[in-house]
Nanobody
Framework: QVQLVESGGGLVQPGGSLRLSCAAS????????MGWYRQAPGKQRELVAG???????NYRDSVKGRFTISRDNAKNTVYLQMNSLKPEDTAVYYC?????????WGQGTQVTVSS
């Protein structure tokens, strides 16, 4: 079973940047499509960005042009570069497969955008 561990969150001012990382165990990580998800207080978890094994990506409209998802299969890691952050990006961010697997949700990493 692949385990996923997120890191890189923190407190940042509006307009700032953060890079999230998701380290995966398991030697077959490279064949999976992966996604970054987020859940804000009182809201449902939503898909933010996805990347397939070949590298094609997709984003929800609200983060297009600001967020970039990437992967390094040699390091079994998926990244989310977040620029021009807004207060509405505040949430716990999770990585998971795409589509997500219930057994693979981790603790997530908190991102807070506030002045």
């Amino acid at each position: 079973q692949v385990q996923l561990v997120e890191s890189g969150g923190g407190l940042v001012q509006p307009g700032g940047s953060l890079r999230l990382s998701c380290a995966a165990s398991g030697s077959i990580f490279s064949v999976y499509a992966m996604g970054w998800y987020r859940q804000a207080p009182g809201k449902q978890r939503e898909l933010v960005a996805g990347i397939i094994s070949g590298g094609n990506t997709n984003y929800r409209d609200s983060v297009k042009g600001r967020f970039t998802i990437s992967r390094d299969n040699a390091k079994n890691t998926v990244y989310l570069q977040m620029n021009s952050l807004k207060p509405e990006d505040t949430a716990v961010y999770y990585c998971n497969f795409l589509p997500s697997k219930a057994s693979s949700w981790g603790q997530g990493t908190q991102v807070t955008v506030s002045s």
